[in-house]
């Protein structure tokens, strides 16, 4: 059976200012299925995961999400779209006046029909599937390493159960033992709870650790899209340059 689609991107062209980012670009994702998007800088990763978002509409196309066109007038249709998908941000975009706690309270709180027991209990929640101990809950960003802002980061983008993750970089910053560490837990977590997953990443060792699809992009579009050693061996100079010269594992 078929799964539905989660995210329908169809003939996005994407700009600045004279600069065209993407031209006529399709992109689908189906429930459950984990993607990579993968490019040269200036290839347009981020542009295409802040459409997805919402954060930028693209100049000419239709973004869909579970369905529904994301320029619908429906205030409430567009607030119900954005609480079924959670972002972890590059370096992490915590709250730097906020302690974790708060941190992954602050979408909970942002609902207005939840009292502070119920949030406390969902925030010890979030913090044990990302593996947070609860002495962590009341230190402050400044106090963390880069793997424990990771990781709040990441209990704050699940806090409202989205069936939607959208990761930027998601390793970016790491030693490689704790690279490792995460990609596994968001494996793991991806498949507990049914995650659709997107992320952008340079990283072949979270490429080969999460043993996802891959779509490539370049030349203003999707070159290809399938599993890494077939995106590997497809032949296009682009493909060559970014594969040869991985910042991570080789061959």
Known sequence: MTQPLI????????????VIIHKDLDFQVRAGEVVALVGGSGSGKTTLLREILGLLPPHRGSVRLFGHDLRTPDA????????????LF???????ALSVFDNIAFPLRELRFLDEAWIAELV????????????????????????????????????LEPE??????PTAGLDPARSQGFVRLIRTLQ???????????????????????VAVLAEQRILTRGKLDAVRAFPHPAIEQFFNFPPGRSG
């Not at 809950?137 to 802002?149: D, K, V």
């Not at 340079?202 to 043993?211: A, E, N, P, V």
């Open 124 to 159: 010890r929640l979030k913090m044990t599937i990302v593996e947070l101990e609860p002495t962590h809950a009341r230190l402050m960003p400044a106090e963390l390493s880069g793997g424990m802002i990771k990781r709040v980061a990441l209990a704050r983008a699940l806090a």
């Open 7 to 18: 995210i329908d991107l169809r003939g996005i062209w994407s700009r600045y200012h004279a």
């Open 90 to 96: 590059q370096q992490g975009a915590l709250f730097s």
């Open 164 to 169: 939607l993750l959208l990761l930027d970089e």
């Open 76 to 87: 409430l249709l567009q607030r119900d779209i954005r609480r079924r998908l959670g972002m």
């Open 191 to 213: 498949q507990r709870l049914n995650l659709t997953v997107v992320l952008v990443t340079h990283d072949m060792d979270t490429l080969y650790g999460l043993d996802c699809e």
